[in-house]
């Protein structure tokens, strides 16, 4: 079998030498890696609570999500241009290496400390898994193919995104908490044997011949303190310095990065490549499409747990709908996009079926039937679908291939940042609804006033009650009431706990307002694009992309 070490790159950068079996194991490594790294950022959720109180540190809950999306989400731009100048094979295989001894790290962990640490190690061999991920199939298909294999991306990403809180509950019941994450060494180790047999070295050194460390380090100065003050969002005001004290200290330090991204002569994020026109619309509606679907994702199982009572295994098998949606919705846009060379009409359809499906959702009330849901989200699911596959290959037919590292981690970091966003502004949102609606909804149950306005009182004043936790509310809430004073709560116990199912039902409902308004936009933004057939000239052609990263020079005459 030829040696990876002796292959040589297509002119135009593609790697079309390799076998099509070939290319489909090194496509099925890739999947393998991603499904991984998808797979860690919802694994956890279900396991965390256990894990919690076997090492302690309720104090730094949210630090196992935060941690794992601040190293991920940082490092993605700087693989991205690291597998540029030095080859996408050995970038790949010491990120997925990384994740996978981190992987052991977090099984063993004895403190949570020492937790907390190997998920910011997963998260920083995570990041280049996405990125690099599409830069490969840039490498490995010519343009007109991209879409259709590009569609297996959001295929795993959404069906991990359910998988997740499946098998973390799982695993924890039957194996315990630490075998989420040993799970990962032998299929890792799968992904990296096939890449280190079969993945040709391609690089392209022409993207430049240095690092920008001045850059990378403005860029995580900047984005870790907007990343955690987000974070805060959950527990704190906005005008709390933990929340926007944070926000405006990382914003002022991202204008300094702008600014010194100008004048580096090899920048590790190219803002020429934002004067392509396709580059720009396709970051700004995958920014979009983030912010509407991980509501979803995130809101929904809590409605089935909360309200239907429903464990973690039940939860997940119910989001199903939505995500064999999504593929579908991936994989036949893909084809439809590889076959007739036409994306606009179907990115634009996606985008109005996705605000459609999320308008039924706001529907969702504590009774809705779970047909009606499932329903709702098969429109979701097939309305985000497309976006996976066609703005990667959009953005990757639109440059040279000299930079498609660079070009695709901007896209896979704008995803990220859009669904940290959009989960934080649904969260607010759902607190303030909340909070609105449990006094009506208790009244409307039978619940004395002066009872419902003491109850909404100590509510709102940061009880130790949880409403929207799992469990047997009316039981917790009974406990919650001093002994003197139960015998008179207990008789509205019932309509105390509909009143606050129903309350949160229509919090949740809620959310899916700013993702209607998020679809809609990226709708608007999609009818700027120039609809040039696939494998013709790039749509950002001339337009004044970058005289390093131009669409002037797509040297993958690609249309984007």
């Known amino acids: 079998m030829t040696s990876p070490a002796a292959v040589e790159a297509h002119p135009d950068g593609h790697s079309f030498h390799l076998s099509q079996r070939q290319k489909l194991e090194i496509l ?3 999947l393998l890696a991603l499904f991984l790294f998808a797979l860690d950022q919802t694994v956890v959720g279900t396991a965390l609570p256990r894990i919690v109180t076997d090492l302690g540190g309720q104090d730094l809950y949210t630090w196992a999500f935060t941690i794992y ?8 731009p700087i693989y991205g241009k690291l597998s540029d100048l ?40 995570g990041g280049a898994v996405f990125p690099i991920a599409f830069a490969i199939i840039a490498d490995l298909y010519p343009p007109e193919e991209r879409a259709k294999y590009g569609a297996l991306f959001g295929a795993v990403f959404g069906l991990s995104s359910v998988l997740g809180p499946i098998l973390g509950g799982g695993i924890t019941d039957l194996f315990g908490w630490p075998w989420i994450f040993f799970v990962n060494v032998p299929l890792g180790l799968i992904s990296l044997f ?7 070295p391609i690089r392209h050194p022409e993207s430049g011949r240095s690092i920008d460390y001045v850059g990378a380090g403005l860029f995580t100065a900047a984005l870790g303190p907007i990343l955690v003050g987000l974070s805060n969002k959950r527990d704190l005001e906005w005008t709390d310095p933990l929340v926007g004290g944070l926000i405006a200290v990382g914003l002022v330090i991202m204008a300094v990065f702008i600014w010194w991204e100008t004048l580096a002569a090899d920048p590790i994020v190219r803002l020429d490549l934002f004067r392509n026109r396709t580059v720009a619309i396709s970051v700004l509606c995958m920014f979009l499409a983030a912010f509407g679907f991980f509501g979803a994702i995130v ?46 009409v179907v990115v634009i359809g996606s985008m109005v079926v996705l605000a459609a499906g999320l308008f039924l959702l706001t529907n969702l009330r504590a009774d ?28 990757q037919n639109s440059v040279r291939p000299a930079v498609v590292g660079v070009a695709t981690s901007s896209l896979t970091f704008f995803q990220q940042i859009g669904g940290t966003i959009g989960l934080t502004i649904a969260g607010t949102l759902l607190a303030d609804s909340l909070t609105r609606e449990i006094p009506g909804r208790l009244v409307a149950n039978g619940v004395p006033q002066e009872m419902a306005d003491q109850f909404a009182s100590s509510g709102s004043s940061g009880s130790a009650l949880d409403l929207t936790g799992t469990g047997d509310l009316g039981a917790q809430i009974l406990e919650s009431v001093p002994a003197a004073f139960r015998s008179f709560v207990e008789p509205f116990i019932d309509g105390i706990v509909r009143a606050i199912h129903e309350s949160f039902a229509l919090a949740i409902a809620s959310t899916f307002w700013v993702s209607i308004g998020a679809a809609i936009l990226a709708a608007v933004l999609v009818l700027f694009l120039h609809d040039n057939p696939v494998g013709g000239r790039s749509p950002g052609a001339g337009e004044g992309s970058g005289d390093a990263a131009g669409a002037s020079g797509d040297a993958s005459g690609a249309a984007g």
Do not use: D, H
């Open 69 to 76: 999306l601040l190293t991920s989400t940082i490092s993605g």
């Open 299 to 344: 809101f929904l199982p809590q409605w089935f747990q909360v309200v239907r009572g429903m464990g973690a295994t039940e939860s997940g098998l119910n989001l199903l709908p939505l995500v064999f949606a999504l593929i579908v919705g991936a994989t036949v846009s893909g084809q439809v996009v590889a076959r007739t060379g036409r994306y606009k």
């Open 86 to 125: 030095y080859g996408r094979r050995p970038i790949f295989i010491w990120a997925v290496g990384l994740f996978l001894a981190a992987s052991v790290f977090a099984g063993v962990s004895q403190e949570m400390w020492q937790f907390i640490l190997a998920r910011g190690l997963q998260g920083l061999g």
């Open 194 to 200: 096939v890449c280190w047999r079969l993945l040709p």
């Open 368 to 395: 809705t039937e779970l047909p009606i849901l499932w329903a709702w989200m098969v429109i979701t699911g097939l309305g985000v679908g497309p976006s996976f596959a066609v703005f990667a290959a959009l953005v």
């Open 28 to 30: 099925g490594a890739i």
